[in-house]
């Protein structure tokens, strides 16, 4: 089959989006599948032999005059497209997945009249351009990670202010994506919790949204025993997104015994941000080590063993990767009972805890439990593994996406054509 893999934003350490690119190539091409994945900048790291095919941006969001004018040529910024992008980022909004879109469209005619793509899979940009293609007669199937609504929820509930909330909803290409979705060929998502969430924000049934579970690299993420314990507990991830829970995870360490020490893996922790703040208000900077800085993937994996058990104290996960990676690294797991995170932990209790959503109390009484028994940690870490090797691998995943897309293809080939 030949695959067209859309990201637009495609690098690895700009979360799990990139993550989920790099390893559905790797296992299409090592299928026999022939795929290219078509990327806006931050680019991915392909393996050799998928081409690669850029759509550029001047990436001027979040930039101060006068960083966001190009060094090499100031007067790329007069294209009309870049205008638009300048323009609307100075209000907030975030342009990237309207103008990926926008110019892969402009570019589709060559890249398929070339490449003669059975399928469009787009890594959740929902753009307009997307709709374009369809009408060139090209099926398009997305994935909606989550909903990007339960973001903007996640930021208003910290805080409601009306200036907030207007900047929010400016950020987040919401009307977009509403219209789009319901117009593909298919959505995809990657949870049960994401596949109701879907229903509930884009109107999509349930029925219509086929799920399929991420993967874990087991052979990459796995237990490092020559690495020493620094910490009892981790937590990997954004601090500052809002729903990650960060501030109920460093209530609970507060309510613990003293001797309990927690690390945070994070590479862009800011001074004046959640973290720090909460480090104060709690008075257990003391307690908490911070690694403030971008890992290699083989740094990020020492890491996890640099601790006895992974906190996952987030809201919502569309999958969980912290979670996953963890426990295919051997660390039991106590993660709040929010999004998909069940589904990826496991209910029965063998390979962590599951507490309530923004309830630091009960976060800490598991954390204590998991702690109290080394043994019993240490039997739970080795059946998470077992759990994350058997359930949650890319070679599944990418060959149960591939059904999706054949079905799909069946589906559009019995399409009346319009007149």
């Not at 907030?92 to 103008?99: I, L, N, R, S």
């Not at 994996?301 to 006895?308: L, M």
Request: net charge positive; glycine share 6%.
């Amino acid at each position: 089959m030949r695959i067209a893999l859309l990201t637009y934003r495609g690098n690895m350490y700009c979360g799990g989006q990139g993550i989920y690119a790099a390893y559905l190539a790797r296992e299409w091409k090592r299928a026999g599948h022939d795929v290219h994945v078509i990327a806006g900048p931050p680019l991915p790291e392909v393996e050799p032999g998928i081409p690669l095919h850029v759509m550029p941006n001047e990436n001027v969001f979040g930039q101060e005059h006068p960083d966001w004018l190009p060094r090499e040529d100031p007067f790329a910024l007069l294209k009309p497209l870049s205008l638009w992008e300048l323009g609307v980022s100075r209000f907030g909004v975030f342009p990237e997945m309207q103008t990926f879109g926008i110019r892969l469209l402009q570019r589709w005619r060559q890249l398929q009249n070339r490449h003669r793509f059975d399928v469009v899979f787009d890594n959740q940009s929902l753009s307009w351009g997307l709709l374009g293609i369809r009408a060139a007669g090209v099926p398009v199937v997305s994935v909606i990670h989550h909903p990007l609504h339960i973001d903007r929820e996640a930021d208003f509930a910290i805080d409601p202010s009306l200036v907030k909330k207007i900047k929010r909803t400016l950020y987040f290409p919401l009307l977009m994506q509403q219209i789009v979705a319901p117009r593909l060929d298919k959505i995809v998502t990657v949870s049960e919790a994401s596949r109701r969430e879907i229903e509930r924000y884009f109107g999509i049934p349930e029925k219509r949204v086929a799920v399929v579970y991420n993967g874990t690299d087991t052979e990459l993420f796995r237990p490092a025993p020559w690495v020493e314990k620094q910490a009892d507990l981790l937590f990997v991830g954004r601090t500052e997104d809002r729903k990650k829970g960060v501030g109920t995870l460093l209530e609970a360490i507060s309510l613990l015994p003293e001797h309990v020490t927690l690390k945070i893996v994070d590479g862009r922790i800011p001074d004046d941000g959640l973290v720090m703040r909460y480090l104060r208000r709690h008075r257990i900077e003391h307690r908490v080590k911070l690694v403030r800085r971008m890992l290699e993937i083989d740094e990020l994996v020492e890491q996890y063993s640099t601790a006895r058990v992974a906190v996952v104290p987030s809201f919502f996960e569309g999958f969980g990767f912290p979670a996953s990676e963890a426990m295919a690294c051997g660390l039991p797991v106590v993660a709040n009972a929010a999004g998909a995170l069940p589904e990826v932990v496991g209910t029965d209790g063998s390979t962590g805890r599951l507490v309530p959503p923004r309830d630091p109390r009960a976060m800490a009484e598991a954390i204590a439990d998991v702690l109290s028994d080394p043994v019993r940690t240490q039997a739970m870490g080795l059946a998470a593994r077992e759990r994350i090797r058997h359930v949650f691998q890319w070679k599944t995943a990418a060959a149960e996406l591939v059904e999706v897309f054949r079905e799909t293809l069946h589906a559009a080939h019995r399409r009346p054509r319009a007149a």
